[in-house]
């Protein structure tokens, strides 16, 4: 029997129909975009994601960490996407998937229309950016599935230009700590991201220190509220081998905070105190040595990619860091993660019930597959 | 006789090879990627542009444009790219020449690595913007065509928010400007580009406005030196249609700029000020309202393409622009268009000699096809 033009193309590998029978008579309506009886189908589950340890930052201490996965479905295609929602951030699985209930993909013909699905995705509510990424990075994946690429070389990024990602390490009693950072080591991690900002900063770091001489990130999650105490415990962690200190002082806290930047030996990075692109122009400039972009923060890869430009051009650092998360948003950050001078992709290692397996850390390093999108299979 | 696989892969018109037989066991190594026997050749040829008609701007005239025509060749695709060489900015077929001359792209193994690629070429020697203009070009041809895709949908583009292109009225004696301005309307251009700034500003302005109302973009190439008598103008100009003024006055008087920007009612564009994307923070903020991005002055659509997100996100205006050039560098500029605020991409209508075919102004509007790449064929 013989195939028809769908069975053949996905038998073959194909992405796109329309390379079965190129259309290359000019100015003739091109078939692959303009046929409305293909369709974008969104679909999505709550999924709770069951962490492996306590996870315990300056503020609260937490087992689980809410989700939403997402799919896109369009000619045979699959793309995948995911909402984490730690909840100091405010969103929950009620809340996304009441955002999600409003998202009708079926009014786009073409799914390569990303800038014009994304600016409507954006505009049907304020904030909800998890609930935002889970759309955009469903539609990444399905768009490199339907070329057949990974997402990173469509970016013309060298998968081999990949960062060591940073193990975090919790706020804990020191025999807890040490036993996580053994465990670290042993997982080959060369760079951690120690938490601190509890009142316990310097037990911490030594205890961390007893086991490993690598890198360390340091995380205050706001933790610290006195500009001079601040700079002091800076210079401190500089001689301890700290490479750059992250939201060391309350977001609010804006004149303090471009002091700090201005006198600390050490990059600050920015991460409760932005959100999005335009905040790079507002808030960051003069205040911050640079940004954590995280996915579930910035409404997806189509904007992170762009913030990573702008924050290039205005000579600011970037990490690119990630909630609690599957594989699924993990190995979606990864593929941007050429560009960026630190990773911090290690949300997928903390849960016990990932339902994908993509992007992985090897030898501390993160490492990208070849396969098409943001990279994952669905186990 | 049964096909080879790449007669195969070429017959049914799929791009990657990889394509055919995925390699989907992760952490293999992905055999399209590294195959190093798969190498990019460059080649390229001088080619003469001559013009329809003598071309006037402030400072000179000319009747022709120096040009190279590039290709990269790999794996049967080819991709196409150009650099033109307006003589007032500097660049020559000698230089292009022998800029293209050390170029080698054998030690790439994938073309997809295209951030690698042009980190490369940008390094082989200062300057020469339209000589890496013409191997960014080209590698974006091949890419788009390894994929299969035009590169607006690679880039998430909507083709029908193009914007309309301008059509440019040479400085010259006023039966010359209606004759032209009259050929102008009956090609169904919605919006013209008159040059001012050799002292006939309002003679200029009002032969137009005889024969059309269309809104009129003015570029007065560095032709005011005066700001108070600039400013009087542009008010003029303002009650006369005028949308934009584009580079005002010399690049050198930056404070006369300024304060120019910030008294007139009309935007500033800045063009002769600026190149690279790192002249935007230095050189624009403040400065000028808006830029006019060329591929032959910024090196290419990787940096073009940064440059849009970076004015965009701080409130710039953005125009694209292009040299006289053959239809290769114009379709190539026009897959970004439907980024910008107004096209100025008419360079390929005022040559006798266009080797190539592509983006089409149909009804005045910057008209996008469906082939891939840049969307261009050769004649």
């Not at 086991?211 to 006195?226: A, C, E, K, R, S």
């Not at 700290?242 to 600050?268: G, I, N, R, Y």
């Amino acid at each position: 029997m013989p195939l028809n033009r769908r069975d053949f193309a996905k038998t073959i590998g194909i992405a796109s129909l329309g390379a079965i029978v190129p259309n290359l008579t000019f100015g003739s309506a091109p078939s692959y975009i303009k046929n409305n009886s293909k369709k974008m189908k969104l679909s999505f589950q709550p999924y709770e994601l069951e962490m492996k340890h306590t996870f315990t930052v300056a503020e609260y201490s937490r087992n689980s960490t809410p989700d939403v996965l997402t799919k896109i479905e369009y000619e045979g295609f699959t793309g995948y996407g995911e909402a984490s929602m730690p909840p100091y951030l405010g969103e929950s699985i009620e809340s996304v998937t009441k955002f999600l209930k409003k998202v009708n993909l079926q009014q786009f013909s073409d799914p390569f229309e990303v800038n014009d699905i994304l600016s409507y995705i954006d505009s049907i509510e304020e904030g909800n950016p998890a609930a935002k990424a889970s759309v955009d990075i469903a539609l990444h994946d399905l768009l490199g599935k339907l070329v057949n690429q990974p997402l990173y070389k469509l970016w013309g990024l060298n998968p081999d230009k990949t960062p060591y990602t940073s193990f975090t390490i919790g706020i804990d009693k020191p025999d807890v700590v040490l036993m996580k950072t053994k465990e670290a080591k042993a997982m080959g991690f060369k760079v951690l991201k120690v938490k601190l900002g509890r009142g316990n900063d310097q037990e911490m770091i030594n205890t961390v220190r007893e086991i490993t001489n690598v890198p360390l990130y340091v995380d205050v999650n706001q933790g610290w509220t006195d500009r001079n105490k601040a700079l002091d415990m800076i210079y401190w962690l500089k001689e301890k081998g700290v490479v750059f200190v992250e939201q060391p002082m309350p977001k609010t806290q804006v004149d303090d905070m471009a002091w700090l930047t201005e006198h600390s030996p050490l990059p600050t990075m920015a991460d409760e105190a932005f959100q999005r692109l335009y905040d790079i122009e507002d808030k960051i400039k003069g205040v911050y040595s640079g940004i954590n972009i995280k996915l579930m923060k910035c409404t997806g890869l189509y904007e992170a990619h762009k913030m990573i430009t702008v924050a290039r051009a205005s000579n600011l650092k970037v990490m690119l860091g990630c909630m609690t998360e599957t594989s699924c948003g993990v190995s979606a950050a990864a593929q941007l993660s050429p560009l960026v001078d630190w990773g911090d992709l290690d949300g997928n290692l903390l849960i016990k019930n990932d339902p994908f397996v993509g992007m992985k850390v090897i030898k501390g390093k993160v490492t990208l597959n070849d396969w098409p999108g943001i990279g994952v299979r669905k186990l």
